[in-house]
């Protein structure tokens, strides 16, 4: 095996009274891909920081292989005194480097270079952190949240990127299908401690969800171990003296392993307040148009969106989703065309900048609106620090400044805003930023059982993949068409990709190399999967019951003789509804089979 790049062994560090990193340990061989993945807070992004050399660890040791040249792409790039986006990129050029290799990765990101970097919005500051770290092509790539505001056109060409590089690569990312894609080794940070596994992302759940299994066994073991030895400290010491202090001195060291036990830290309780039902109709849009300065951002579209729909909206950053989706809401008026919106609307809207929370507002005040200690969800009353427990917030950040709270936790904040306001229509503008995996389950089984109307817009792939009913893309000068399925579906149905103007090739490649095969990704049932295995058994039952009334009519010996043609006309029907029956029981045979595969998924 070849010797580590970089290796980090027994890291720990302390913030406050609570240890951070215990006992953490990364190790990078030439050519790896290892993701690094846990909870919000866990750590990830401190050793990250640790391994780039900007955050002193209070024990353990950090090796860079000598003259092996070192990247770390931050989840906030800080632009310093950089007067241009080419200056800023230019600094990260090695010794070695040429100025061409700054031109040549921006042009492939879309950027001139002579961009003001206080100016840029969110998806351009990413992508100008990405050409500073990329232009080199160091030995090792550490990227924390590298597809944080990127549009899909340019996840998929930095997908394409990476895979040609030589460089280690270490990645943290909250974007299932782009670990899945460009892992081979996972890193587990939980409870301050690191377990690796030489497989990648894609296996990784499964491989978690039976070491917490297995976890809670020797933790179930220990306390009946505990419970045996207390059972025998009270009637069992009569035996000699010498052999009753060491088998009490054991149970105390079991007292002290359970006391000291870190449990896994709790998923998130995400429930939405639903309004009561809108009308079947939620939205009804014909030809409607928007143009901005001379530019078409949506021509002539018209669609339908019906009660309970799941509706994703998917492009090029500055295309128009969030216009499209004003329009479509009510929020914007169309230049051409109509909007009608259905009866007994109730309509609650997250918003992607999180830049729009009061910096010095405090979590409790953000939640109740501010003076107050309640917040109301479904029609009661809760304290807000119950409220705030569900989205795992702990209590002593009741009075936290939301500048003080990481990105992740301003998302699970806007998420708790939105979800307490009744309603039956859902808005959600990039509702996965920031969160971590287990938050983004939660999230997923919250909006699929959830009984309103969604509408979607994302950039997380495989999100959408699970969730949404139809998925809505730019084609090109204002024109936007709806495919049914998800976003694995619209590619299929449009033959390509979505485009952009760039990213185009970066640079040449450095050598023809074999395509790898995208690691098997597991599934789970989607919306449409699950929503038919809970109503085919009622379908089924109802065509049962056409079937025996429809056959008790032709059981009747003298129909045919008094009416022919009633007996031809109750033969047909029986005849499509035994069809629509065999097709339904197969249906839900088939999913039913699919569902047992997926280990109930």
């Not at 043609?565 to 005849?575: C, H, R």
Request: proline share 5%; glycine share 10%.
């Amino acid at each position: 095996m070849p010797a580590p790049l970089l290796q980090l062994k027994d890291i720990a560090l302390t913030f406050g009274g609570t240890p951070l990193l215990t006992a953490a340990e990364l190790s990078v061989a030439p050519g790896e891909r290892v993701c690094l993945v846990g909870r919000n807070g866990s750590g990830k992004s401190t050793l990250m920081k640790i391994a780039a050399r900007g955050v002193e660890p209070d024990g353990g040791s950090v090796f860079v292989q000598p003259g092996a040249s070192l990247r770390y792409l931050a989840q906030e790039p800080d632009f310093g005194d950089a007067e241009t986006v080419m200056a800023y990129v230019e600094a990260g050029l090695g010794p070695n480097d040429g100025t061409h290799q700054a031109q040549q990765m921006l042009d492939a990101l879309g950027l001139s270079g002579s961009e003001d970097p206080s100016r840029l919005s969110g998806g351009e500051a990413r992508r100008a952190a990405l050409a500073r770290v990329l232009a080199p092509d160091p030995d090792i790539l550490l990227l924390d949240e590298p597809t944080n505001h990127l549009d899909l056109p340019t996840i998929e060409w930095l997908e394409r990127e990476l895979e040609g590089l030589r460089s280690a690569i270490v990645m943290i990312s909250h974007d299932r299908r782009f670990l899945s894609n460009m892992s081979r080794s996972t890193v587990w940070l939980d409870r301050g401690k690191t377990k690796r596994v030489e497989r990648g992302f894609a296996d990784f759940e499964d491989w978690r969800d039976e070491v917490l299994a297995e976890e809670e066994r020797d933790q179930h073991k220990l306390d009946r171990k505990i419970v045996a030895e207390e059972h025998w400290l009270r009637y069992g010491v009569t035996a000699r003296r010498k052999r009753n202090v060491k088998r009490l001195a054991g149970l105390q060291t079991l007292r002290e392993t359970r006391r000291t036990y870190r449990g896994s830290q709790g998923s998130a309780t995400i429930a939405a307040s639903e309004a009561a039902p809108s009308g079947a109709q939620v939205i009804e849009a014909k030809g409607i148009g928007k143009s901005y300065e001379g530019r078409t951002i949506v021509e002539n579209f018209s669609t339908r969106v019906l009660r309970s729909d799941r509706i994703g909206v998917v492009g090029p950053n500055g295309m128009g989703k969030t216009t499209l989706v004003k329009m479509l809401t009510g929020a914007l008026e169309p230049d051409a065309g109509t909007v009608k919106l259905g009866a007994n609307l109730a309509m609650a809207t997250l918003e992607q900048h999180r830049d729009s929370l009061n910096p010095n507002t405090t979590v409790a005040d953000a939640l109740t609106g501010g003076g107050r200690d309640t917040v109301e969800v479904n029609g009661e009353r809760r304290h807000v620090i119950g409220y705030m427990k569900d989205f795992l917030f702990a209590p002593e950040q009741a009075r936290t400044p939301l500048e003080k709270l990481s990105g992740g936790e301003r998302g699970r904040l806007m998420l708790a805003q939105t979800l307490a306001k009744p309603s039956n229509l859902l808005v959600l503008d990039e509702p996965t930023n920031d969160l971590d995996l287990e938050t983004l389950d939660v999230l997923e089984s919250m909006i699929a059982d959830y009984a309103g109307t969604v509408l979607l817009i994302s950039h997380d792939r495989d999100f959408l993949d699970r969730l949404v009913t139809s998925v809505i893309v730019p084609d090109g000068n204002g024109h936007w068409v709806e495919y049914a399925g998800g976003y694995t579906d619209m590619l299929a149905q449009r033959g390509e990709d979505l485009v952009r103007e760039a990213p185009k090739a970066a640079k040449e490649p450095k050598a023809v190399k074999e395509a790898k095969p995208a690691p098997e990704k597991k599934r789970k049932l989607s919306f449409n999967e699950k929503h038919a295995l809970e109503t085919l058994p009622k379908m089924i039952a109802d065509l049962e019951s056409q079937g025996r009334k429809l056959q008790q009519q032709l059981d009747d010996p003298n129909f045919f003789a008094r009416d022919r043609a009633g007996f031809e006309k109750v033969s047909s029907d029986l005849g499509a509804v035994q069809t629509k029956l065999t097709e339904a029981e197969e249906r839900w045979l088939e999913l039913e089979i699919l569902r047992e595969e997926l280990g109930g998924a």
